[in-house]
């Protein structure tokens, strides 16, 4: 399989993560009439879809390491379940945190269930595997959330009509942040295996993960139709099918490019180089990576306030400074 080899290499793969990471959102800004529930159907099966071409392509080449089959069919079964109970928490705190945007806005949603997320990410990753500086690498987390916390603060100032800051949406985005934040050490105790015996590949991880998605969809997401947390009416099944081909597309790629940053960072996080704290902590750079698609793109700013402006400097430059010194934690 082709892996990392080096430093710079198993880098760029974590930037990678947060280029995909905070680009897949996009496809469902494509067709807005779709409701997320049922462009989540076709994001799941993407994302399956993304973990068998890179490992079938990737994961078959190289030298090191064994070939992708072989890999997935020698795989353990503790960390096969590690992976798959990822996937799923996964899945259930994705569904959550667009239902808390909806429900209570971005500017609250945002700050409490990705902050909330990432602080717990962090050091549980890094009590896992104690890569890098903790002093690097814990200030770091901290500029990101501060970063997290004047993106939010930008969307609260260009909003003309705020969200109220209802008890149901603080609760959603509180069990979103703590879902997302436990996801990750399940995929890093995946990616140890078991004692004395090889331990999984990032890409048979990614599969299983995948698969723990795609299962979990299923019930939490018909929940989800069924009683929406955004306070919507219910979402008609029978809508999927009557979606024009293209709206379906758009959710399978935007599955594929989430896949895409997920490989990248499993196969960083499984190195010594990097490890799991600072792979993870990046990652969720993706939140500057949205925030300059709806800048610079979808042009969500253009009649924004000078102050919403100003905070969105400021958020860019604690961004860089955080990640920049989460970036260079493992060489101290």
Not at 14 to 23: D, P, Q, R
Not at 162 to 186: D, E, H, Q, W
Not at 188 to 195: H, K, M, V
Not at 290 to 314: H, I, M, N, Q, T
Request: net charge positive; proline share 5%.
């Amino acid at each position: 399989m082709l892996i990392p080899e080096t430093y710079v290499a198993a880098l760029l793969l974590t930037i990678l993560t947060m280029l995909c990471w905070g680009s897949w959102v996009n496809m469902l800004k494509l067709y807005p009439e779709f409701r997320f529930q049922l462009f989540y159907w076709d994001y799941a099966v993407g994302m399956v879809l993304g973990a068998v071409f890179w490992g079938l392509t990737a994961g078959s080449m190289g030298h090191e390491g064994a070939r992708f089959l072989t890999d997935v069919a020698r795989t353990q079964a503790g960390p096969m379940l590690y992976a798959i109970a990822s996937g799923a928490i996964f899945s259930v705190a994705n569904l959550l945190l667009v239902a808390a945007i909806d429900v209570a806005g971005m500017a609250v949603a945002v700050p409490v269930a990705i902050g909330l997320a990432l602080v717990i990410g962090a050091v549980s990753n890094y009590v896992i595997k104690p890569v890098g500086n903790p002093l690097l690498l814990f200030g770091g987390v901290a500029l990101v959330v501060g970063a997290i916390i004047l993106d939010a603060a930008a969307y609260r100032k260009r909003e003309r009509t705020a969200k109220a800051m209802t008890i149901r949406g603080i609760v959603i985005s509180l069990a979103c942040g703590l879902l997302m934040g436990c996801f990750y050490p399940f995929v890093a105790r995946a990616l140890s295996g078991e004692p004395g015996k090889p331990a999984p590949g990032a890409y048979a991880v990614t599969l299983f993960f995948t698969i723990g998605l795609l299962v979990s969809t299923a019930p939490a997401n018909l929940l989800l139709m069924k009683k929406p947390l955004d306070g919507k009416p219910r979402v008609d099944g029978g809508e999927y099918w009557r979606a024009p081909k293209s709206w379906h597309w758009a959710g399978i790629v935007g599955g594929l490019i989430w896949c895409t940053g997920g490989v990248a960072n499993f196969l960083a996080s499984g190195t010594h180089l990097v490890g799991p704290a600072v792979s993870y902590t990046i990652g969720q750079g993706a939140t500057m990576v949205s925030a300059a698609w709806g800048v610079f793109v979808w042009r969500e700013f253009a009649d924004a306030p000078r102050g919403a402006k100003f905070l969105l400097v400021l958020m860019f430059v604690f961004f860089l400074a955080g990640l920049g010194t989460v970036a260079v934690a493992p060489l101290y």
